[in-house]
């Protein structure tokens, strides 16, 4: 299962949102509407696309324009209309996207605890809109809810002038009073959501200046504020939020949307619990027009299926089930060369692209022993022969993970490597006493067994995890595996109800160490640190970290955390692709690269993707007549690859 630290992650998708509706077929044609037919010509050129099409159409009249009204100038104010296209204009609306998840999500709150799962932030980026959004080329700042905004000299004070043809699917207009009741939500206590109030509590209340405009003020200097508050924070409807309070809404709205302002909606009714959840795009999207979405949200229905069992989701996928998959290292080489894929019917690639990398691995719960010592910590990790999982297992498809920010510009190189070394694993351990053996051949200290109890909820790294156990064998440890529900055990570990539990996490284009590593985090339940890792030096790096605005300032920063991280062992690292392993069925349009320049498969694919008709056509052909073959893409695609090798590197 995948965790993301932050909406962040996913913001580089660009302004979009994700709606439902409850169909289920089973075909590889996956309509919910045909899509319709592309246009002859289709201009690339990004001028001819307005910034904001129909400007200020929406808005009240009772507003002047130097209150933000009508006739807004902009004068004194920045903004971006340079940005280029964020998807391909080519793509066309219609069609169904059909994908699954291992298990029906705990909640679909965008807050509060058990919403940072995967499936939540991907919905979320696309049912929800920020202030801004973010160039997905050049990180740049682009318009999304806001068309202006400000930033005083003293990086302390930001404005924003609301677009005031903004609308949430109600039909609510946007205003300056729905930004403030957002910020009154996110640091509601009883939202019981800390790293809301960590971060959003960096700031004073806001202040409605006027029905457009919105004023916040920092408490403190920190480079993150402006971003985390025009990027970060999903607005939502103040008419609703006036109604309920954070424990209300933890009540009330577990599978209950609140109003958002994306392209697409989840309608009332349509959340088939434990089954399926399916996402609906909006006939009245209210900046369907506006360059940052073209060739954005494509499908008019995208539609997932519980599978609690990869394999069978799998067998799913090559039926024409489910529309595309991302395949494991085992299938990749062994079972991805069946007859649909030699045709073309199915297309296989390996997708390059700059996707954050977070951290696999085994997480210790540090505030349990004996894992509270840093020598078992570091013993249990030499007793991991990653070698030779990644050689006989993986068929060499990951690579090893020596750091908590892999394969990026903040991996600090002098990290150690911890080689499966037995030897020095056992010695580790003498030295903490585990040096006596019972009748039945197990390490022991003070006549107690060393005894693991290993949470997990991926079926598929069950076979890596029986290696690490049959290794421990050999020592002495005994180490159970428990197997749960990603549901389960996203609960246990948010509740730190755990020993040591399999995590991966998403990775961050900007890191934020403070709210997966800093002290405060560590003795209090529903935050990303979940290890209860304390130090010091990181505090203080994170104090130091939030007035850096150097980028080469934060990265030698995150060197120094990723140092001291990796040299305290809070996980045993495992390792991570180098690409995504993808399978699809080839009816799509795509954009270059597959995928968004940053994001995974499972954000892009749904935003940027759309059903070529001519495609779809020849691959319903293909099914009835063995005969068909269609072109087959190279295998692998590295689109992003390239286009950072011609660009100066971005943070």
Known sequence: MMFKLSALSILLIAALSFGCSNSNKTTTEGNSTAPATPAANVSLNKDDYPVFPDADAGADPAVPAEQGGKGFTGEGWETNTRFDLQGDPHAVKGGMLRDWQPDFPGTLRISGPESNSQFNGSATSLLYETLLGLDTHTFDFIPSIATHWQISPDKMTFRFRINPNARFSDGMPVTSDDVVATYDFMVDKTLEDPSNLQTYGKLERPVAESKYIVRVKAKDLNWRNFLYFSGGMFILPAHVLKTINGAAYLKEYNYKLLPGTGPYTIREGEIEKGKSIALHRRTDYWNEKGRANVGLGNFDEIHYDVVRDENLAFEKFKKGDLDYFIVRPKQWVEDTNFDAVQRGLIQKVKVYNNEPK????????????????????????????????????????????????????????????????????????????????????????????????????????????????????????????????????????????????????????????????????????????????????????????????????????????????????????LWIPPYTRLLYWNKFGTPHGHLSRTSDAYSSVPALWWIDSAKQARVKQGLRDASVKMDIAPLEDKYWIDQERQTPKSE
């Open 358 to 573: 977070g951290v696999v691995g085994l997480a210790f719960n540090t505030r349990r022993a004996p894992y509270n010592d840093l020598r078992v910590r570091k013993a249990l990790s030499y007793l991991m022969n990653r070698k030779q999982i990644i050689e006989k297992l993986a068929f060499n498809e990951y690579v090893p993970l020596d750091s908590y920010y892999p394969a990026s510009v903040y991996e600090n190189p002098n990290n150690p490597k911890t080689p499966y070394d037995p030897a020095l694993g056992l010695k580790l351990l003498a030295d903490v006493g585990w040096t006596g053996h019972d009748a039945q051949g197990r390490l022991t200290r003070n006549g107690q067994p060393f005894q693991i109890e290993m949470l997990y909820a991926s079926k598929p790294y069950e076979a890596y995890l029986t290696v690490y156990q049959e290794d421990l064998r050999k020592v002495g440890i005994t180490m159970n595996l428990r197997y749960v529900t990603p549901e389960t055990q996203f609960q246990m570990m948010n509740q730190r109800k755990f020993e040591m539990t399999l995590v991966a996490w998403g990775g961050l284009v900007f890191p934020n160490p403070e709210t997966s590593y800093h002290s405060s985090q560590a003795d209090i339940e529903n935050t990303n640190n979940i290890t209860g890792f304390k130090n010091a030096r990181v505090d203080e790096i994170c104090k130091q970290y939030d007035t850096m605005f150097d980028v080469q300032d934060r990265i030698k920063a995150i060197r120094e955390i990723d140092g001291i991280l990796a040299n305290d062992y809070q996980y045993v690292l």
